[in-house]
């Protein structure tokens, strides 16, 4: 059974309700073993895991991520063995083709920027795959990354404290063209000066100093660095988040006109909805860590499947005044990524969880094509049907 719209969203749940009633009465979890039942699943996403790695790469995507993690170790024994780890990106999985805007939302904390940064190989991947091109670059060395560098660049949150204050505007922009040799040294500046142009920026901020610009006009710079070098992926994380409204507006409106004339492919990470609707093909939405919903844009806000993207959707204003605006407020605070809780991450918070939530993670199934989402709400299969249905080779066949 596929979930097409809300309404038989809406009517699936009230059967899982209706399930979940009798399976309490019948007393069917009150002898559930948590740990024997969590090894029995991780061994199934193991193996699964395990499977899917060995696949080709999808040849039309640009940037192919496989279960990915990065476990930051935050306990250690004498002996340096990793006593407990904060698992800040837990198994994410995801494909991009190019010229395509990818949008990453998620609460404080749920590991956006972690992502954008090991997809980059700023921090090393605890395991997992990164396709850029068709190549696993995850395990790449710092030397064989330093040419795929100039292809793949990041524009930060703060543009104050992205900019060496003691360069010029032209000596920031002209750096990169020179270590990475983009044109001859005769060619530098007049080439510099075409990218400003580009990005909005008159010629004679060439001499200038950033502490001379206003936030926009920095983050102007950020994005004429990343530029400069010709790169194939951008990661934008937060790139408009410390400007006022009517800035952000002009940087995104730069960003998606560079993107049609140059055919960038964006990462770009945001809180805020309203931009990533405006600028995202697809979105992926994380929670503590983990992908609980990905689709496209169209998908994701006309028939949002996860109880956590409802609720954070649900807060994004109407224009239309007509249209009452249903606010789900979540209750809780975010649990530790150190200490997940056990089955659903999200089933402290779920104004929907049910008994099984608090045992058994859901499986990432796709149930409209290129539509995945991690819900019990949905048909799941038994335990190990249900997490071979996470296969990437099924992905493949949805994209
Ligand atoms: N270098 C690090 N060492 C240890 N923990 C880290 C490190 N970097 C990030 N974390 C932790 O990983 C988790 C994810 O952090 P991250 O910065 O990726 O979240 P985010 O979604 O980008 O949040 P925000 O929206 O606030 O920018 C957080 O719990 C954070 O404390
Ligand atoms: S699986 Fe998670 S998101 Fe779905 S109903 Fe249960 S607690 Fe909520
Ligand atoms: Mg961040």
């Not at 060395?141 to 100039?150: D, G």
């Not at 580009?198 to 994005?223: A, K, N």
């Amino acid at each position: 059974m596929s979930i097409k719209k809300t309404e038989s969203y809406e009517e699936a749940l009230e059967k899982e309700e209706q399930k979940e009633e009798q399976a309490q009465k019948s007393g069917e979890f009150a002898q559930f073993d948590d740990v024997a039942e969590a090894e029995k699943e991780q061994a199934a996403r193991d193996a699964q895991a395990k499977a899917d790695l060995e696949l080709p790469p999808d040849p039309e995507a640009l940037l192919e991520v496989r279960h990915l993690k990065k476990y930051f170790p935050i306990k250690k024994t004498v002996t340096g063995k990793v006593l407990v780890s904060l698992r800040a990106v837990d198994d994410v999985s995801f494909k991009l083709r190019a010229g395509e805007t990818l949008g990453i939302v998620g609460e404080s904390g749920c590991g956006k920027t972690t992502l954008g940064r090991t997809i980059l190989k700023l921090h090393e991947p605890t395991d997992g795959q990164i396709f850029f091109e068709g190549q696993d670059i995850a395990k790449f060395k710092p030397s064989k990354m330093r040419p795929l560098r100039t292809q793949m660049q990041i524009i930060f949150q703060d543009p104050y404290s992205s900019l060496p204050p003691r360069s010029t505007v032209g000596g920031i922009l002209s750096e990169p063209v020179k270590v990475h040799k983009i044109v001859p040294p005769s060619e530098v500046k007049d080439y510099v000066l075409k990218i400003m142009e580009q990005c909005g920026l008159r010629d004679y901020y060439y001499e200038r100093y950033p502490h001379e610009f206003s936030g926009g006009q920095r983050q102007r710079i950020c994005i004429a660095r990343a530029l400069t070098v010709n790169p194939k992926l951008v990661i934008c994380d937060e790139p408009v988040s410390a400007l006022d409204v009517s800035i952000q507006a002009q940087i995104i409106n730069l960003l998606k006109q560079l993107q049609t004339t140059m055919g960038f492919t964006y990462v770009f990470i945001s809180h805020d909805l309203s931009v990533v609707k405006h600028i995202s093909d697809r979105i992926g939405v994380m929670y503590l860590g983990s992908m609980v919903e990905f689709g496209d844009k169209k998908s994701i806000f006309e028939n949002p499947l996860h109880p956590y993207t409802q609720a954070l959707f649900s807060a994004v204003p109407n224009p239309n005044p007509d249209v009452k605006m249903n606010r789900i407020v979540l209750k809780g605070d975010i649990p530790s990524p150190a200490n997940p809780p056990k089955g659903c991450k999200f089933h402290t918070r779920c104004p929907m969880a049910k008994e099984i939530c608090s045992h058994i993670a859901p499986a990432y199934k796709e149930y409209e094509p290129g539509h995945f989402a991690a819900c019990h709400c949905y048909p799941q299969g038994d335990v190990t049907e249900s997490v071979k249905a996470v296969s990437l080779s099924d992905n493949a066949e949805a994209n």
